[in-house]
């Protein structure tokens, strides 16, 4: 069975920084991070490669938040730098088959998301 377990969570100021981490058990594959703002649709914010080859932004966070992973721990991290308060958001991973890029019915196992608040 697989798990996926978000954590970093929490409050950061306005144009500070905050990792978040995601733990997938089980298996190795794409990944994405996504968030959904209150009234809001869930959207994609980064995803990154089995490999960790290649990575995919959405332009709101492109320059700002860097994704990686470390398959040696089943790990993957999202850095938010230069946060925005357009940021607060509940964040979540998920694991896919078959993309690291935005299309979320290719995403599989979810988290159960993460809350982050920005504070102006």
């Known amino acids: 069975q697989v798990h996926v377990v978000e954590s970093g969570g929490g409050l950061v100021q306005a144009g500070g920084s905050l990792r978040l981490s995601c733990v997938a058990s089980?298996?190795?594959?794409?990944m994405g991070w996504f968030r959904q703002a209150p009234g809001k649709e869930r959207e994609f914010v980064a995803g990154?490669?089995?490999?960790?080859?290649?990575?995919s932004y959405a332009d709101s966070v492109k320059g700002r938040f860097t994704i990686s992973r470390d398959n040696a721990k089943n790990s993957v991290l999202l850095q938010m730098d230069s946060a925005q308060p357009d940021d607060a958001a509940v964040y979540s991973c998920?694991?896919?088959?078959?993309?690291?890029?935005?299309?979320?019915?290719?995403?599989?196992?979810w988290g159960q998301g993460i809350q982050v608040t920005v504070s102006s």
């Open positions: 998920a694991d896919s088959k078959v993309t690291w890029k935005s299309y979320q019915h290719h995403y599989g196992y």
């Open positions: 089980g298996r190795t594959y794409h």
């Open positions: 990154i490669s089995a490999s960790a080859g290649q990575t």
